[in-house]
């Protein structure tokens, strides 16, 4: 016989039931705010969620990072250890746990807790860091240098954390070897590493060095690393060395191109690097480069296409090296209804002063092949290097002033006069 219940009992019943759902329900919300609030608001986010991990290591990173405030550390650390008790495999925990009592002193403790970091996971940032930073102290730089491999292919903008060590690492060689084996195993932050040398002497010599070291290898030196450090060689004003690396880099193919001025016949095989042509990215204008043999009408050059707008600056450079004495620059060109209200001409300007050693004017109209030509000489002190440059005489960008037509150049080049 079924057992009946009274109407008072069934609606107690309802009510717990709704009551347990109604808790269960609260914690859920409680738990999704918290995990919304874990990034910008840790403390909050605690409050809703006491066992919120992420938010607790926000919060102690906070106070640890909080210049204003002298943190205390066996409140944080009690905090910290308090939360490994419910999630021993967090990697970030022994981290923070680690940068507590480094920060105490205790270091071989702080030590034993980044490797524990680590073993969980091999990519735990901070605990990367600091074993990066022991690595170098200690000596064991190609250690070091495997660390940062795997702190960069995880967190490739942290290369501004490591770039100071790089130095040290190089100047020893165990350390250059281990950054050589690196690269050459192609590294993703190899064009980073030339980028940071180039800007010292000293970086630039152990970029130089690399680069060598790279050449004939299975990952031979990229174009733009070449850039980077031949730039850096000429913002630190020493030309010889970066004419000599740009020689240096040059292949079969593009030796053939060389000269006063490197691939005069404007092949459509730009590098980018400084001592080859460089197109400007000018509003107003088109330059395009065209082999002879693919080329309309064997129109083979350099086109530069005028859009009936003012042009300002340059459109097409490169820096030469000319040693003292006397030369001729010389154009073959062709023009299609080329107007040019201000000039436009080839200036050859020592870099560094910045003076002028040359201007040679591109006349207007229709014509073809013309092959106009023009003295100068090189001083013998002050000008070691010079930039070859093709712009206008705009000094403002003016309606009144529109550069119209199309200029073919088929051939400019430099030659030595006999003394």
């Known amino acids: 016989m079924m057992e009946q219940t009274s109407p008072l009992m069934r609606n107690l019943r309802r009510s717990g039931v709704w009551f347990v759902a109604s808790v269960l329900a609260l914690a859920a919300s409680s738990i999704g705010l918290s995990r919304f609030l874990e ?24 106070d640890l990072n909080d210049t204003s405030n002298t943190p205390d550390f066996d409140a944080l650390l009690a905090k910290a250890e308090g939360a490994l008790l419910f999630d021993l495999a967090d990697a970030r925990l022994y981290s923070l746990i680690g940068e507590i009592k480094y920060r105490q002193g205790e270091k071989d403790q702080a030590y034993e807790l980044f490797d524990q970091a680590r073993k969980l996971s091999k990519t735990e940032i901070h605990a990367l860091q600091r074993s990066i930073g022991h690595s170098i102290e200690t000596g064991d730089l190609s250690k070091a240098v495997g660390e940062i491999d795997i702190l960069l292919r995880r967190w490739p903008d942290r290369f501004p954390a490591v770039a100071e060590g790089l130095p040290t690492i190089l100047f020893n060689p165990d350390g250059y070897q281990a950054v050589l084996a690196a690269i050459k195993a192609e590294a993703p932050w190899r064009t980073n590493l030339f980028a940071t040398l180039g800007r010292t002497p000293e970086g630039l010599d152990s970029a130089n060095r690399l680069l060598l070291d790279l050449t004939g290898s299975g990952a031979p030196p990229k174009s733009n690393e070449l850039s980077l450090v031949i730039n850096g060689y000429i913002n630190q004003k020493q030309y010889e060395p970066a004419y000599r690396l740009f020689l240096f880099s040059l292949s079969d193919e593009e030796r053939k191109l060389g000269g006063y001025v490197f691939n005069s016949t404007f092949e459509p095989v730009p590098s980018g690097k400084p001592f080859d042509w460089q197109i400007g990215d000018q509003p107003g204008l088109e330059v395009t480069f065209a082999a002879s043999r693919d080329a309309v009408e064997g129109e083979g050059g350099a086109t530069v296409r ?14 030469i090296e000319l040693p003292p004495g006397s030369y001729k620059i010389s154009l073959i060109a062709s023009a299609r209804n080329l107007k040019l209200p201000k000039e436009l001409f080839w200036s050859i300007r020592c870099v560094g002063s910045g003076g002028e050693i040359a201007r040679f004017n591109i006349p207007e109209g229709t014509y073809n092949r013309q092959a106009p030509s023009q003295d100068f000489s090189v001083g013998s002190a002050g000008c070691p290097m010079q930039l070859l440059k093709l712009e206008t005489a705009a000094i403002a960008e003016s309606w009144r002033f529109r550069y119209v037509g199309t200029l073919v150049m088929h051939k400019l080049s430099i030659e030595r006069l006999s003394s």
Do not use: C, M, R, W
């Open 306 to 319: 005028f859009f009936n707008t003012p042009v300002k600056n340059a459109a097409l450079q490169q820096y």
């Open 39 to 62: 990034t910008e608001t840790p403390t909050v986010s605690l409050a809703l969620d006491p066992l919120n991990v992420n938010a607790l290591i926000g919060e102690i990173t906070h």
